[in-house]
């Protein structure tokens, strides 16, 4: 069974959330309710601010940064709320910081985050990037590096006789447990291939986007 971990950036978010009053909890609550499942995290920002005017901008978008963390976790994980929050509770008291200890307010937490992690509109975008990464292998960065290959004859120590031009494609990806990376050889009709192939992608993506528009669908992950 895969654990929860609390990755080093969230952590200050935490300790945010925990020193929140009640009442700023249910004004944060109700406010992301009103979020649109497909708003990325900057969007959900500017639209929650307002409603939340005691908390700082930069400390929201550490805590919605955290939220929108936490609520793909629970999807990817598939854990039921309550398992998911004790598993929360138990990764925060293993990482060996007295701020994210959880003494006599361990209930409160749990309560506070039962809330937190119950709005419809931030579930229903997990569930949707869970599904898009329902793969088992997922793209994270790309390369290209381009230079010249020199072409000896049979005397190494003579001068080159020519030279070309290559490409190598560096694919990184994901997979369970962490990184691999596929390198690729290329040459230039390799890449107008590529790029063929690409160009042709995001215009099927863009009609698709148009056809949603016209249904009224939302298109939660673009």
């Given amino acids: 069974m895969a654990r929860l971990n609390l990755p080093e950036q969230h952590r200050a978010a935490l300790v945010k959330v925990r020193a929140l009053p009640e009442a700023v909890v249910r004004q944060l609550t109700t406010a992301l309710g009103t ?3 497909s708003a990325k995290k900057a ?3 500017r639209a929650v601010s307002p409603h939340v005017p005691d908390i700082e901008a930069c400390d929201l978008e550490g805590i919605l940064g955290l939220l929108y963390s936490l609520y793909q976790a629970k ?5 039921p709320l309550p398992d998911f929050i004790s598993e929360l509770c138990s990764a925060m008291d293993a990482e060996g910081i007295p ?3 959880l003494g006599s307010d361990r209930a409160v937490f749990q309560d506070r985050m039962r809330a937190l992690l119950s709005v419809e509109p931030l579930e229903v ?3 949707a990037y869970a599904l898009q990464r329902e793969h088992e292998k997922i793209f994270c960065d790309a390369r290209i590096f381009t230079d010249l290959r020199p072409v000896f004859g049979a005397r190494t120590d003579d001068p080159a006789i020519g030279a070309f031009v290559a490409h190598t494609l560096k694919i990184v990806y994901h997979v369970a447990g962490g ?6 050889a290329l040459d230039a009709e390799d890449l107008a291939k590529l790029k063929a192939v ?3 992608a995001i215009s099927k993506a863009n009609s698709l986007a148009r ?3 016209t249904k009224d669908i939302q298109n939660l992950v673009s």
Avoid: G, N, S, T
């Fill in 35 to 37: 979020v649109p499942p």
């Fill in 43 to 45: 969007e959900a920002v």
């Fill in 75 to 79: 999807a990817y994980l598939e854990r």
């Fill in 99 to 101: 701020e994210l200890r």
């Fill in 125 to 127: 975008l997990a569930k």
């Fill in 179 to 184: 990184h691999r990376e596929l390198y690729c």
């Fill in 198 to 200: 690409v160009e042709r």
């Fill in 211 to 213: 056809l949603l528009e």
